[in-house]
């Protein structure tokens, strides 16, 4: 593991020119940069930029080709020019002069893969690969890779690999390997071709600085490094024959700690950013786990929810326990010295943003138009007026599948209780109540694991509706902490790019200095608490009918689905 790069305890600016960091957020739809000062975590510039190409998960944009069901790609070239655009427009819109940055840092969703050549080339920029699937970036909404993720978690459970409980018993087909074995199977001359299988963290980073360095927190959460290891040849040869030397030869690489320095910005990445070529870059990170210093959130039962299109909620803790479906732990996978426990819920957001796109009526709209508010604000205007439990309804949040506790992405949503009076706004309370005992779960899984929550912190996009909030607050019975920074991961990147540069001792240090936090913002109501206890015991039966074997009809409804989709696709050719 590369050295950290450590500096005094106070800013290095001291006494003379104020100093900056910039960090980089890359998201599913957008990458944005943010231009931070050092002394006191200051956001004072950011700009945004939409990927040209967005998410391909029906077609393929070189070539209209149709995508099967649960696929997810991007195009690498989007996320370089974010560098191009947002870096020097965030700069500019700072007014500072691009010589006093020292630092710069990234984060990304994860899992997302890129195959690449050795010299980090995307596959799909290799001349005659451009219209093959397999070349592009998986992200990580990729779900297509769920019978390989099963074999992986069958095998590993007949075998009783060591490392299986750490990921809280199963492997998600979001990972590494089970992305990797589909790529294999599926596409055997690419497979063959690909010299590295790379977290995008890693890659975008090895873009700025010519180097590639594996970070510690993808390497352990998503790539299944447990104790300095890989799962071992055997186990994958039994998988796949071919599959044998797929960590020794595609995803071993050199691994980096969090906030120590990858390496230094390079001379064509100092012309794409009107940065200075030679200062500090940061080793790579995943969006969720970068908040946790933006949100002062590194001491041991914090836990953080980034809300947005998904949740995703990480904790650092100073014991190592197994936890049932959880995304895993690792030592120093949020904080180095802390092992540091992930899971997640794979629809948040973008449950409500279906809803709202799909579902609602013409009517509805044009009310919300002519008050002046958004249809999401005219729902949830319409739903907080009501008392807990007045709609009738209990819905699953599953749209996305399970990711914890249960890891299975063959689950889909549910809504139970409907009748011709449910009214929208109803439902769409529902669907923000569903998400509210997803989290509930998680917490109490981590509470009964001897990981006890001890606060509980929100973050990312979702924290901007109020009502949202409250509702969490009253679902968990506890207060609800919230992030002091609209752009969490950013901010936690720019901290990291702050440590990697020497400017903090520690990330404990910088974030105490950078980060934000309005603690207890959200308190429960105890009569509404009690009110969520009796849906959440109706939400929990569901739960576990559904999702732990009882009733399999989602497992079904989906292999019905591909069926009749593969048999649409041949007639059609």
Request: glycine share 10%; proline share 5%; net charge negative.
């Amino acid at each position: 593991m590369s050295d950290s790069t450590l500096g005094a305890s106070a800013p290095t600016e001291g006494a003379g020119r104020p100093t900056y960091v910039i960090g980089v957020d890359y998201g599913t739809l957008s990458g944005r940069a943010v231009v931070v000062r050092v002394s006191d975590g200051a956001e004072l510039g950011a700009s945004t930029l939409e990927y040209p190409h967005a998410v391909m998960d029906s077609t393929l944009a070189a070539t209209g080709e149709q995508l099967p069901p649960e696929w997810a790609l991007q195009v690498p070239s989007d996320y370089v020019d974010v560098l191009r655009a947002a870096v020097p427009d965030a700069v500019r819109q700072a007014g500072i002069d691009p010589q006093d940055v020292i630092g710069i840092a990234t984060d990304f969703t994860a899992c997302t893969m890129v195959p690449t050549l050795a010299d980090g080339t995307p596959l799909n920029e290799v001349h005659g690969y451009e219209g093959r699937p397999h070349a592009y970036v998986k992200l990580w909404k990729h779900h297509a890779a769920q019978g390989q993720a099963n074999r992986i978690n069958e095998l590993a459970a007949r075998r009783g690999e060591a490392w299986l409980p750490r990921y809280g018993g199963l492997i998600s087909s979001e990972w590494e390997f089970a992305k990797g074995l589909q790529l294999l199977e599926e596409d055997p001359e690419l497979y063959e071709r690909m010299d590295h299988w790379v977290e995008a963290a890693d890659w975008i980073v090895w873009q700025l600085t010519g180097r590639y360095v594996r970070n510690a927190c993808t390497a352990g959460y998503k790539g299944i490094y447990q104790d300095g290891a890989y799962p071992s040849e055997e186990f994958l040869a039994a998988l796949n024959p071919e599959f044998a030397g797929f960590a020794r030869d595609k995803v071993e690489h050199t691994i980096g700690a969090l906030a120590s320095k990858a390496g230094t910005l390079s001379e064509e990445a100092a012309g794409w950013t009107g940065l200075p070529a030679g200062i500090a870059v940061a080793v790579g990170n995943v969006d969720a786990h970068v908040t946790a210093p933006a949100a002062q959130a590194t001491d041991p039962g914090q836990m953080v929810a980034i809300m947005g299109t998904s949740t995703c909620h990480v904790m650092n803790s100073d014991r190592l326990a197994e936890v049932p479906g959880m995304c895993g732990v690792v030592d120093g996978g949020i904080v180095e010295g802390s092992y540091g426990y992930e899971a997640g819920q794979s629809g948040v957001g973008d449950i409500f943003a279906w809803f709202v796109a799909h579902q609602v009526p013409g009517e509805v709209r044009d009310d919300a138009e002519a008050q002046g508010l958004s249809v999401h604000e005219y729902l949830t205007a319409q739903a907080q007026a009501e008392p807990v439990g007045a709609h009738g309804l209990v819905a699953l949040d599953w749209h996305s599948g399970n990711r914890s506790v249960l890891v299975d992405h063959e689950l889909s949503g549910t809504i139970v209780g409907l009748t011709l009076a449910t009214r929208p706004h109803e439902i769409y309370r529902a669907l923000l109540e569903s998400t509210a005992f997803g989290t509930r779960t998680i917490v109490e899984t981590f509470n009964a694991s001897g990981v006890p929550v001890t606060e509980f912190v929100a973050a990312g996009g979702l924290i901007r509706n109020p009502f949202l909030m409250q509702v969490y607050a009253d679902v968990l019975n506890m207060p609800i902490s919230v992030i002091g920074s609209a752009q969490g991961p950013a901010l936690g990147s720019a901290i990291h790019a702050a440590v990697a540069a020497g400017a903090y001792e520690d990330i404990h240090a910088a974030a105490a200095a950078m980060g934000r936090l309005d603690r207890a913002a959200y308190t429960p109501d105890a009569g509404r608490a009690a009110a969520y206890d009796a849906l959440y015991r109706e939400y929990t039966a569901l739960h576990d009918y559904f999702g732990r074997g009882a009733n399999d009809v989602m497992h079904r409804l989906k292999a019905l689905r591909r069926s009749a989709l593969t048999r649409q696709e041949a007639i059609a050719v």
